[in-house]
């Protein structure tokens, strides 16, 4: 069974600064895992996702990696701004299962 | 861009009651999927449907749920007897025809139970 988490829980971060989210996974036969953004009240907007036979991908500032072999997935983002503040989510499937995994998120604050 | 819309945003419903939450998923999506988020709580997989039916459920979803895609374009989830342990924020998403895709969430609908 597939279980995911995010720590820490809460990370506050200069405006300017690079900074890195951690996610992890037991079941290292995975088949995608995706990056999300939650505002406050809202829903869940995609970032990133990448496939099992991908080592990262990127997107504008943000850059998300993926190594199975250690169960790990970071989400690297470049020059942060106080509209990255967020709650972001990272999601996993499996070989054969579409559902996602949910992690319990990490709360970013970038302060002006 | 095309994007998931959920409607109601917010229900409020006496226990007891059926409830309906109403998805209108992205054109051309063929995997639709029901999540539910407890407040503070992780994001939980509730059901899967594909080509017309059920493709997987979890523990939760015994029952008192049910889902539909009555005229191709909604994708509706009924909880029949609504009991305080439901109130949660109910988001549907949906995914093109390869798993490979990514999973489009809608807004959500928080449903709160009295």
């Known amino acids: 069974k597939q279980e995911v988490t995010q720590i820490p829980a809460a990370l506050s971060v200069p405006e300017g600064e690079n900074l890195v989210l951690n996610c992890s996974f037991t079941?290292?036969?995975?088949?995608?895992l995706q990056w999300f953004r939650q505002d406050p009240g809202k829903g869940l907007t995609s970032l990133l996702l990448?496939?099992?036979?991908?080592r990262e991908q990127t997107s504008g500032r943000l850059n998300a990696s993926l190594d199975k072999s250690s169960g790990r997935s970071t989400l690297y983002i470049a020059a942060s701004q106080p509209g990255d503040s967020a709650t972001y989510l990272c999601?996993?499937?499996?070989?054969?299962?579409?559902?996602?995994?949910f992690g319990t998120g990490t709360r970013l604050t970038i302060i002006p | 861009e095309p994007e998931v819309t959920q409607t109601p945003s917010h229900q409020v419903t006496q226990m007891g009651q059926e409830v309906i939450l109403r998805c209108v998923p992205i054109?051309?999506?063929?995997?639709f999927y029901w999540y539910r988020q407890i407040l503070g709580q992780k994001v939980e997989f509730l059901v899967s449907?594909?080509?017309?039916?059920?493709?997987?459920k979890s523990e939760i979803f015994d029952d008192q749920f049910s889902v539909e895609r009555p005229d191709g374009s909604n994708f509706t989830l009924k909880i029949r007897s609504t009991k305080l342990e439901d109130s949660a924020m109910y988001f549907c998403?949906?995914?093109?025809?390869?798993?490979?895709?990514?999973?489009?969430f809608g807004d959500g609908t928080r449903l709160s139970i009295l």
């Open positions: 999601a996993a499937s499996s070989f054969g299962n579409e559902k996602l995994t």
């Open positions: 079941d290292s036969a995975i088949y995608n």
């Open positions: 990448i496939q099992s036979s991908q």
């Open positions: 054109s051309n999506h063929l995997y």
């Open positions: 449907f594909y080509n017309n039916e059920i493709s997987e």
């Open positions: 998403a949906s995914q093109a025809g390869n798993s490979n895709q990514p999973q489009h």
